[in-house]
């Protein structure tokens, strides 16, 4: 064979270059793969120690009070966000009865995206847990605090931070009895929670 001959012909391509496709689908798939451990509950927040957002709902009409920032200062408090269309907060909304009867921390609802009077008429029917409530027609508020959908709960500090963010309904036990409620006698004996 000549050098002419030599330069015709194609170049075979190096071994260890065949080997790059198989490496990055092996990279994806570990991506994948590690990303079915995770809960989807536990979305980190970028919100999680820093103040609660700026805001002054109204309250739901017939149903004082409203909800505001300065609410939320000076004693450790749960801020919950619900609709009266949320099928998740008919299943979570005894458990918040229990805990607003426990007397353990004041419970605070920011109503999410909902008309007021189907709100009203939801806390008559199945119990009103709220010492507040703010009226978040348009769901402004609960774009500050980074709401996902509903519900979602805020335990929020004395010093009106936002400690903790729990997504969807509260169980009784895993949320509530072993998170949340250790939480909250943590933040009142002054200590780090771990929620």
């Not at 009077?117 to 847990?129: C, E, I, N, Q, V």
Request: aromatic share 8%; glycine share 8%; charged share 25%.
């Amino acid at each position: 064979m000549n050098v002419e001959q030599i330069k015709d012909q194609p170049a075979k391509p190096k071994r260890w270059m065949l080997l790059v496709p198989l490496v990055v689908v092996l990279l994806i798939g570990a991506f994948l793969f590690n990303g079915l451990s995770l809960n989807p509950r536990e979305i980190p927040s970028a919100l999680i120690g820093t103040p609660a957002p700026e805001f002054d709902l109204p309250a739901i009409p017939d149903r004082p009070p409203g909800l505001k920032t300065a609410d939320l200062e000076g004693q450790v408090s749960l801020v919950n966000v619900f609709a009266s269309w949320c099928v998740a907060c008919r299943v979570e909304h005894p458990i918040l009865m229990d805990i607003q009867a426990e007397g353990d921390v004041p419970l605070h609802g920011l109503n999410y995206k909902d008309k007021p009077k189907a709100a009203l008429a939801w806390l008559t029917r199945f119990g009103d847990p709220y010492g507040r409530v703010g009226a978040d027609e348009k769901g402004r508020v609960g774009i500050d605090f980074g709401v996902y959908g509903v519900p979602e709960t805020f335990l929020i500090d004395q010093k009106g931070r936002i400690v903790c963010k729990h997504i969807g309904p509260i169980d009784r036990q895993r949320d509530w009895l072993e998170k949340l409620k250790p939480a909250v006698a943590a933040l009142r004996a002054g200590k780090a929670p771990t929620c």
